[in-house]
Each structure stands twice: as structure tokens, then as C-alpha cells.
């Protein structure tokens, strides 16, 4: 279970990259895809289905986004002294199932990506998940 979600704060990081990746694609630097290619020895056509997925997903989840964010607007414009409250909440429950939206599909995506991977692959990458966890709470800590 916990490698499980260390793989999906992994990958939620990866997804939240992704779109300011696809800005540096024309400059060809390394990608997240490359970055896990190098890291856990993927296949070219490991890498492929991977981008496959992403493109297919981020495409969906950018959607939503832009919907969702359409929506805050809208609540952003309703405060105001003759606030509606109607409107407030109509539009809280439609970001709400939005927010639920984006959060399954990046959850599939996440699912569907973890299948590409063998299993040495995935343990690869939980061994080097565990050692950025804990530089992380190294750095965390205050130097004595």
C-alpha cells in the first residue's frame, strides 16, 4: 500500500509537469518520460505507450481544468453585496464534480502507466521514491 502511493505522488508530480513540459518540447530537453526512461532502463516502447497515455489523459484533464477554472471566475464574480446564493452554490457542486473528475482520471492515468512498468521497474522506482522521501525530510530538518 505504501509503495502504491509513493508511486502516485510520483506520478501526480508528473502530471502536474506535464503541461509545462509539453512548452519545452520544442527545445527538446529531457522530459519526465526520459527522466523515468533513464531512471528505470524503459523500453522505447515502454516510453511510447507512456506518452501515449499521457498525451491521451492530459488532453481530458486540461479540459476539465479549464473548465473548472472557468468556474472559480464565476464564483469569484458572485462576491458581491447582491451575492446569489443559488448561483454560489450550483457552481460549488459543479467545481466539486469537476475536482472529482480530474482526480479519477489522473488516478487512471496514474493506474495505466504503473501497468506499463515490470515489476523490477517498479521496484526500482519505489527504491528511488524512498531515497527522494527521505532527502526531502533531511532537508526538512532543522541543521543542528
Not at 502511493?5 to 512548452?23: D, E, H, N, T, W
Not at 516502447?45 to 471566475?73: T, W
Amino acid at each position: 500500500m505504501k509503495r502504491t502511493s509513493i508511486l502516485g505522488a510520483a506520478f501526480v508530480a508528473l502530471v502536474l509537469s506535464v503541461s509545462a513540459l509539453a512548452q519545452q518540447a520544442t527545445q527538446r530537453q529531457p522530459d519526465q518520460v526520459d527522466q523515468l526512461a533513464e531512471m528505470v532502463g524503459l523500453t522505447e516502447d515502454q516510453q511510447s505507450e507512456i506518452r501515449a497515455i499521457l498525451d491521451d489523459m492530459q488532453g481530458k484533464i486540461g479540459e476539465l481544468r479549464q473548465e473548472a477554472r472557468q468556474i472559480q471566475l464565476q464564483m469569484q464574480a458572485e462576491i458581491k453585496a447582491d451575492y446569489d446564493e443559488d448561483a454560489i452554490r450550483e457552481s460549488a457542486e459543479k467545481l466539486g464534480d469537476l475536482t472529482g473528475e480530474i482526480a479519477a482520471l489522473s488516478t487512471l492515468m496514474q493506474a495505466k502507466v504503473d501497468g506499463v512498468f515490470t515489476q523490477e521497474q517498479r521496484d526500482e522506482l519505489d527504491k528511488r521514491m524512498r531515497q527522494m522521501q527521505q532527502q526531502m525530510q533531511q532537508q526538512r530538518q532543522p541543521a543542528q
